[in-house]
């Protein structure tokens, strides 16, 4: 700020850097009425997420992003496997649509959408492997094809118990 500034372009500017400085004037000036900031004890800013963080959101937790769409693949007995360059291009598309965690879903969806409604009804397919250009371009992910595959056959068991009514009007 000033005449003595530096003068940095867009992308150079670190979008969420700028936040650690806001002191409760600037809320007040931005447009929030004076009896909320005042009752705003702590101000707190959060840096964006790296690629490295964002591929680990995706691989890590237990129920992760990636395990569901394995265990939703392996329910028709496919194997589904990221290339890690590829899940690499996934955090980087997030970074560059700046939508963070939240929008690693969405952007999995994008690639798998397609693939969930082809491998149910073709059962020779064995294995789905995802790479780079799959992510990037919309190229096609690799299938590995098994012609000796016989059909699945899914089978939903009923293990619950129906339970009576208890303490019922009826």
Do not use: C
């Not at 591929?55 to 992003?65: G, H």
């Not at 265990?71 to 980087?92: I, R």
């Not at 999995?108 to 371009?137: A, N």
């Amino acid at each position: 700020m000033g005449f003595g500034a530096e003068v940095k372009d867009k992308k150079e500017w670190n979008t969420t850097r700028w936040m650690h400085d806001v002191i409760p004037q600037d809320l007040v000036h931005f447009g929030l009425i004076p009896e909320l900031v005042g009752r705003l004890p702590v101000i707190t800013a959060l840096d964006g997420l790296e690629k490295n963080a964002l591929v680990r959101i995706l691989t890590e937790p237990k129920n992760s992003i990636l395990k569901q769409y394995r265990k939703l693949f392996a329910l028709d007995k496919v194997e589904l496997e990221f290339q890690p360059q590829a899940l690499e291009a996934v955090a980087q598309k997030a970074i560059d649509r700046q939508t963070g965690a939240r929008g690693l879903r969405s952007i999995m969806e994008e690639i798998l959408t397609k693939l969930m409604y082809q491998v149910p009804s073709d059962y020779t397919i064995e294995k789905v492997t995802i790479t780079p250009e799959t992510v990037t371009d919309g190229a096609d992910a690799l299938i590995t094809h098994n012609k000796e595959r016989k059909p699945v056959s899914i089978t939903i068991s009923s293990n619950h118990k129906k339970r009576g009514r208890r303490n019922s009007a009826s």
